[in-house]
């Protein structure tokens, strides 16, 4: 049964199986994808907080936090459902390329 529902960067996920023994696989693609340590994660997602869009949702800064977009075109295929201005983009691209 779930009790509740929480979205989690990749390196969170990484984290919370970090002790268990069995899942080698999980491990193994979590240690592959993961792209930034967990201080670093959680200071984009603070700085991406930050910014106070409304339009971006939890679930997007996670994606953000997990993807790194590096241009516009990568910002826009995470943002599939919601029309951003360049200046939000531009303003979303100026955090996540400091890292």
Do not use: G
Not at 47 to 71: A, G, H, S, T
Not at 76 to 86: A, E, W
Request: avoid cysteine; aromatic fraction near 6%.
């Amino acid at each position: 049964m779930i009790l509740s529902k929480k979205p989690v960067t990749i390196v969170e996920v990484k984290e919370i199986v970090k002790d268990m023994d069995e899942n080698k696989e999980l491990k193994d693609y979590l240690k592959k994808f993961a792209k930034l340590s967990k201080d670093k994660a959680e200071k984009l997602k603070e700085e991406l907080v930050e910014l106070n869009n409304l339009k971006i949702k939890e679930e997007d800064i996670i994606k953000l936090v997990d993807f790194l977009p590096q241009d516009k075109e990568d910002v826009s295929k995470i943002f599939v459902d919601t029309s951003l201005s360049d200046e939000e983009t531009n303003a979303i691209l100026e955090v996540t390329k400091k890292y």
